[in-house]
């Protein structure tokens, strides 16, 4: 527990962090990544360009400073960055070097302001926070389902819209160039998978000097045929997507990728499932169907009785992703409602249109920031429960607020 003088300096100082939050930020990346290359095989490059993690990392920051004599408040945001920092590899030695590049940025872009007994406060609060997190990602580590990176090989892809893709994998012996894996017992049929988990890919673009790390929401929780998830080739907005083009464009059936153990709390709820009072509401946007997809096959595994609402929006027919397989599993459950939105023909999903939606329900929502944001937003304003709005938005964590 930080000490009372600690508590005093930072809930003092957050102030100056909510105003020079994304510029201290900005000097911890330049700087660790000068004196630790090696890192960028880690961070995303992509939020780098476009200051997300800049952003996500002084929200993270200034929360933990305006709770840090109650973090347990913010368990869940904790354990959504844990999830992540885990299957990213991120490890207690990594916490150091952290933790030394962004007292240094506070350093550098408070100047004189920084005095040594704000320094000294920082430092500790950043050990304090530093602690939590690496005690909660231990845990992850030691229940993760394999560990570290390891080989698998695509046996199936697909394109299930016009710029989504999906994978089919399962555990590799050997890699391409013919060394020998870790040799760690992966047996898929004996796995457990929660419907709304990501695996992360480790891949290593011709259009990169670093490897690249990047999350990709599992369509099916069933490992019966291999570890299944989908990729939308992402080329909005002048952007060019490292790892998705590389993955549509130079991995195919036969190719060897390394994958890390599924991780994500965007699960749905157990003790709902096999009720059928409390309806099931999945909601997504574009590639945002990938783990709701999961969901209703598990929904409708467990118990097809409960009624469910699908609410999917895209920018046309084209751009549907999933159709038929959403079609076959909705088909199977009793009770259904389905509204599809395509934004070319004026089809609008928006936050008027949520009044529609039953209460209570058990609300699952997924897609791009702008979407989400406008989802969350919406929901709240109707006096949707923030225990029955459950999220997932793609993008650095915590992104959508404190």
């Not at 590799?172 to 013919?178: H, W």
Request: overall charge negative; hydrophobic content about 45%.
């Amino acid at each position: 527990m930080a000490s009372p003088k600690t508590l005093e300096i930072v809930t003092a100082t957050v102030p100056v962090l909510e105003e020079h939050g994304t510029a201290i930020t900005t000097v911890f990346y330049k700087n660790m990544f000068a004196e630790h290359p090696e890192l960028l095989d880690i961070f995303n490059e992509t939020n780098q360009k476009l200051g997300r993690q800049q952003t996500a990392l002084a929200m993270t920051v200034l929360a933990a400073a305006k709770h840090l004599d109650k973090l347990a408040t913010l368990l869940p945001q904790v354990t959504q960055i844990s999830h992540k920092h885990r299957a990213l590899q991120i490890l207690p030695e990594h916490y150091p070097i952290v933790g030394k590049h962004l007292i240094g940025a506070i350093k550098e872009v408070l100047g004189e302001a920084a005095t040594d007994e704000i320094i000294h406060a920082w430092t500790e609060a950043y050990d304090e926070i530093a602690s939590v997190f690496i005690q909660i990602e231990q845990g992850m580590y030691e229940s993760a389902l394999w560990q570290g990176f390891a080989p698998f090989t695509v046996t199936q892809k697909t394109a299930v819209a016009t710029d989504i893709a999906a994978f089919t994998a399962v555990p590799s012996n050997e890699y391409k160039d013919g060394h020998t894996a870790n040799h760690q017992a992966i047996d898929l049929h004996k796995m457990r998978l929660s419907a709304g988990q990501y695996i992360t890919v480790n891949t290593d673009p011709k259009d990169s000097n670093h490897t690249a790390l990047r999350h990709y929401s599992l369509y099916s929780a069933n490992t019966e045929e291999g570890i299944k998830f989908a990729v939308r080739r992402d080329n909005r907005n002048a952007h060019h997507g490292l790892v998705s083009n590389h993955l549509h464009d130079h991995i195919n059936v036969g190719d060897t990728i390394l994958l890390s153990a599924p991780a994500g709390d965007f699960v749905l709820e157990q003790h709902l499932m096999t009720q059928n009072e409390v309806p099931l509401v999945l909601m997504s946007a574009g590639v945002g169907v990938t783990p709701v997809l999961a969901m209703l096959e598990a929904q409708i595994m467990a118990n097809p009785k409960r009624p469910i609402i699908w609410v999917y929006a895209c920018q046309n027919k084209a751009h549907h992703a999933f159709a038929d397989k959403v079609e076959a599993l909705l088909a199977k459950a009793e009770t259904v409602e389905r509204h599809v939105f395509y934004f070319e023909s004026g089809q609008l999903l928006d936050a008027a249109w949520l009044a529609n939606l039953p209460k209570p329900a058990d609300i699952y929502v997924c897609g791009s920031m702008p979407f989400m944001e406008s989802m969350i937003d919406g929901l709240m304003a109707l006096d949707h429960g923030v225990d029955s709005v459950h999220y997932e938005p793609f993008g650095p964590k915590m992104s959508l607020g404190s």
